[in-house]
């Protein structure tokens, strides 16, 4: 089954777009080394090439050293939204390298790891997906590269994906025939891109000290824009939007790439969900401002009335959407600093919920 979605790079951008212009403008943190892992000679590290949907990608394959002739479990990192790095995001000056860190953890304790730049980002060719059946693709072709490889145990590998990762994760998961040991989801939405994203943007306004009344203008403004995509309109010429207003901004490039936009406003994440066919691991923080607890609540919901026999959905305390450790107020600002740590709490739920499954 393909799925049908069709989703461009710029769009999915869209979803970060008013929390960058914010961070772009705070004082940033940066560390080379957030999380404390094993040193790097505890594993061996590969720049790779492999194919996904007509076009060549670049990644990173770590390996833990291993005995000869012996395999080990593996795990695809399958990075979130937007051109997105094999390392990480970078929010104003802040590199959060939080793909990076999550691999050299997880090759310390034994697996295989894969991350990749995604396509016109970084060593990977530029090839302009047509689909966001492209996106699945290019994760299809990194799990037939980790099947391939001798030191990976082909019959114990994980989907690891991180926000919009997560869905592109249940998509294989739920059409997979070869097998996989498990899926993990972190930070991944329960809902349809128009409620979460109108969530978001209520949230960044609100952060931004917007007065309520205006908020409330421009909520009702982008409710007649959604409700008008969602019924096949494309003239919004009534509409007063200013593009360099970045929630205008917004809406605009919405109506501009209509013809993705319907699909993600009308397909729903919960109707995927329910037909992945492996052990699946769901991970949610409290302090995430862009994914909310309630949306791993909708998860749980739908894994239980789909009878799914092997599903864990946590929901983490003093955890954001970065899968970072967050003490304080949960806002965009914590995005400015990238010294902080991914969550051990995070971590040590994802490594031993795998140790079990990958037995």
Known sequence: MKWSIRITTSLTSLLILTGAVVIAAAQTKNSSSPTATASASAFESKEIKFDGMNVQLAGTLLSPKLEAGKRAPAVLIIAGSGP????GLTFGTAKQLIYRDLAEYLTARGYVTLRYDKRCVGASQCVKPTSFDDFIDDARGAIDYL????QVDAKRIFLFGHSEGGLIATIIGANDDSGLAGVILAAMPGRTMGKLMREQIQNRMTEAG???AEISVYLAKYDRVIRGLMNGHTNFSKETLNEKDPYDALLLGLINQYNVVVALLINDPLQ???NVKFPL???QGRKDIQVAVKDAQFLEEALKRSHHPDATVVVLDDVDHLMKTNKGAAGLASYADA?????AKLLAVVTDWMQKKSK
């Open 84 to 87: 997105t790095p094999r390392d």
């Open 147 to 150: 099947r391939e490889q001798p």
């Open 210 to 212: 917007k007065p309520q």
């Open 272 to 274: 995927i969900i329910n």
């Open 281 to 283: 691991l769901a991970v």
């Open 339 to 343: 010294s902080r740590p991914l969550d």
